[in-house]
């Protein structure tokens, strides 16, 4: 199956790092988000990879031009003015980079890549939330709900310390609660391709119409995802995703370093009826863990600041 990613917006929220360079090509560590992005998937045996481009497209094609030499043991031969590779430690990547426009909407950035998504069920997600989505488990339940679309849903957290009042008395006060019965988009679709057809054209906002009508027919799944989600929408977030990474405390990070699946995981070979689907009850200590991380992050981060 291909993955199609976002990677076209402005990033106006993160201007400090996008005025040179794409959202998606903000680092995390020494790693653009994107690169994160993708090595999420391809734990789970995904290697075909479409990104949609549009501001500052050209920085993301470089950086894959350049990302074997980057990735690999080379000698550099000046007298005979050759290059030789010993060793390639790069992934086993299919990397498409297809330019959408400089200001298409989001849908109309999803149907510019059509032909190349084909007649075939394809992931879709955004170029700036990380994740420790199961994809296998999410893959299961979209083919179980035989839906055109399944979004993949996280609790929405207040960014603000909610007070408990008595009075002028302070009964408690919280960091950043889960707001009750609030979930929140995280991306991470599984799409079947007849649903390219709710979208009109370049102007076609994702959120908006397309979305609106599959709750209308009843064609939209949500898949419930207790565990890590961050959207990197700000220089805080950025920073406190850079803090999970360098403290290795990343949620993310399913992946063993210098090791690559080459084959398409299980869900994703086999069809709807293999394997059981968990994903109300899996990381249902998920908010827990997500909070000592967070914690954990923003002391490093304060640690950082202060310096």
């Known amino acids: 199956m291909k993955v199609v990613i976002l990677a ?3 990033g106006t ?42 501001h500052k497209g050209e920085i993301i094609k470089r950086f894959f031009e350049e990302y074997e030499l980057r990735m690999s043991d080379v000698t550099f031969d000046m007298r005979e003015g050759k290059m030789k590779i ?23 950035r999803l149907k510019r890549v059509r032909e190349y998504v084909k007649s075939e069920p394809f992931f879709f997600t955004y170029g700036d939330g990380l994740s420790d989505v199961n994809i296998d488990q999410l893959l299961r339940y979209h083919r179980k709900q035989g839906k055109l679309v399944t979004m993949t849903v996280s609790r929405h957290t207040s960014r603000f310390g909610v007070l408990k009042l008595t009075g002028d008395n302070v009964d408690e006060f919280v960091e950043k609660p889960v707001v009750d019965g609030s979930w929140m988009n995280s991306g991470f679709f599984v799409m079947q391709p007849e649903f390219l057809n709710f979208i009109e054209g370049d102007h076609t906002i994702l959120e908006k119409n397309p979305i609106k009508k599959l709750v209308q027919q009843k064609q939209l799944a949500a898949f419930r995802h207790s565990g890590f989600f961050r959207g990197m929408d700000s220089m805080r977030d950025k920073n406190e995703l850079e803090a999970l990474w360098e403290a290795k405390l990343a949620p993310w990070k399913k992946w063993v370093d210098g090791s690559h699946h080459t084959a398409e995981s299980q869900a994703v070979q086999n069809g709807p009826n293999n394997g059981h689907d968990n994903h109300n009850g899996h990381h249902h200590n998920g908010h827990h863990r997500q909070t000592r991380r967070l914690r954990a992050a923003k002391k490093i981060s304060r640690m950082v600041s202060t310096r």
């Open 8 to 10: 076209g917006g402005r």
């Open 13 to 54: 929220r993160i201007c400090e790092e996008t005025v040179s360079k794409p959202k998606p090509m903000v680092t995390i560590g020494d790693m653009p988000i994107l690169w994160h992005l993708m090595k999420i998937y391809s734990h789970y045996g995904l290697h075909d990879f479409i990104i949609c481009l549009g």
């Open 86 to 108: 010993h060793r390639r430690n790069q992934e086993p990547w299919c990397v498409t980079l297809i330019d959408t426009g400089l200001d298409t909407g989001t849908g109309g």
